[in-house]
C-alpha cells in the first residue's frame, strides 16, 4: 500500500469546495447534499436532460446514480456523461441494484460504457458485474466485499477505472494499486442512502484532486471511516446517528482524519 496523504487531499477539497453535480436518487437527493456541505463541498442536484449536459461542462465533477430510474432520468445521465467528456471533468458512476431488473441492468451497463473515472457500488453491485448471482436484495447488500474484490481489479483493468466497493470493509483498486479503509459503523446500513451520499463524495474528492482518482477515492472513503466510527460513539441509534454523521463530517480536520485513518 503506498503512503496517501489524506490530510493534504482533504485540505485541498475543502479549499477548493468544488462544484459537484450530482444526479442521484429521490431518496437520496437531501442527505447526499448535506454530506457534501458538512464535509466542504458543494453540491447541485441537476438532471433534467436539457440542462444536465451543460451544467456537467461547469462543475468539478459529475456523479450518475440509477437508484430511481425511469426514462428521462437516463436520457438527462447520458446528457451530462457526454458533457463530462467533451469537458474532461471526472464522473463517478453508482449502479444501485443494477441486477435487479433487465430494465435498470441495460441502463447501467449503457452508462458504464460511457466510461466513468469512478465506479463505486456495494458489495453485490460490483459482483454482479461479472455475471455471478449476487445475494443482493434491492439497493442493499447480501455479499461481502471480500467476494466482490476480484471483480473490481478486472473491471478496472478492462475498463482503466477507478473501482470502489464499500461495505464493513471498503476496498479500492485502480488495476494495480489497491487499499482497504476500515472505520465506518454498523449504524451505516441503517440509514438509507448513505452509499448514494458516498459516491457524491467521492465526486467531490475527485474534482479537487485531479490528478489521482484513486487518492482521491481513498480518501472519501477515509473520511466516511473516521466520521462514522467517531458518530457511532454518539449516536443512539439509525436516527441520532444521521444527525452525528453530519456534525462529525463537517468537524473532522486534516490532522485528526490522518491520525485516525484505518488504511491497509
Ligand atoms: N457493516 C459496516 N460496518 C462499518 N461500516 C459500514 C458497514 N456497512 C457500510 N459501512 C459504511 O458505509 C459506507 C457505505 O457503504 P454501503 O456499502 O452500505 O453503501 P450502499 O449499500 O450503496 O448504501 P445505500 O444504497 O443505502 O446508499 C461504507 O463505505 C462504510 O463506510
Ligand atoms: C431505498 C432506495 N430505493 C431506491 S434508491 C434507494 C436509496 C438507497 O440506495
Ligand atoms: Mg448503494
Not at 458512476?93 to 441495460?106: C, E, G, I, N, Q
Not at 452508462?111 to 457500488?121: K, V
Not at 471483480?151 to 470493509?169: C, H, I, P, S
Request: glycine share 10%; hydrophobic share 50%.
Amino acid at each position: 500500500m503506498t503512503t496517501i496523504a489524506v490530510d493534504t487531499i482533504l485540505e485541498k477539497m475543502r479549499a477548493e469546495t468544488p462544484l459537484v453535480q450530482c444526479i442521484t436518487n429521490y431518496v437520496a437527493m437531501n442527505i447526499a447534499a448535506n454530506v457534501l456541505l458538512a464535509a466542504g463541498a458543494s453540491p447541485a442536484m441537476i438532471h433534467a436532460e436539457e440542462e444536465a449536459g451543460e451544467f456537467a461542462g461547469i462543475v468539478s465533477a459529475l456523479t450518475i446514480n440509477i437508484g430511481t430510474l425511469s426514462p428521462p432520468w437516463i436520457a438527462g445521465m447520458k446528457a451530462a456523461a457526454a458533457g463530462a467528456k467533451a469537458a474532461g471533468t471526472p464522473w463517478v458512476l453508482d449502479p444501485v441494484a443494477h441486477f435487479a431488473t433487465s430494465y435498470r441492468a441495460r441502463a447501467a451497463q449503457e452508462i458504464l460504457d460511457l466510461g466513468p473515472t469512478i465506479l463505486r457500488g456495494n458489495a453485490s453491485e460490483i459482483l454482479a458485474f461479472s455475471g455471478a448471482t449476487s445475494g443482493g436484495k434491492g439497493v442493499d447488500a447480501g455479499d461481502t466485499v471480500e467476494a466482490a474484490e476480484e471483480t473490481a481489479r478486472a473491471l478496472a483493468r478492462e475498463r482503466k477505472m477507478v473501482v470502489a466497493v464499500t461495505g464493513e470493509t471498503d476496498f479500492v483498486t485502480d488495476g494495480e494499486r489497491e487499499a482497504r479503509i476500515g472505520g465506518g459503523s454498523a449504524l451505516m446500513p441503517q440509514v438509507t442512502a448513505l452509499g448514494c451520499a458516498l459516491t457524491c463524495l467521492v465526486g467531490a474528492f475527485a474534482g479537487a484532486w485531479r490528478d489521482d482518482a484513486f487518492e482521491a477515492t481513498v480518501t472519501a472513503l477515509a473520511l466516511y471511516g473516521v466520521a462514522g466510527k467517531r458518530a457511532h460513539q454518539l449516536a443512539q441509534g439509525p436516527g441520532s446517528f444521521q444527525v452525528a454523521f453530519l456534525d462529525t463530517l463537517a468537524a473532522i480536520n486534516p490532522a485528526e482524519l490522518k491520525a485516525k485513518v484505518e488504511i491497509a
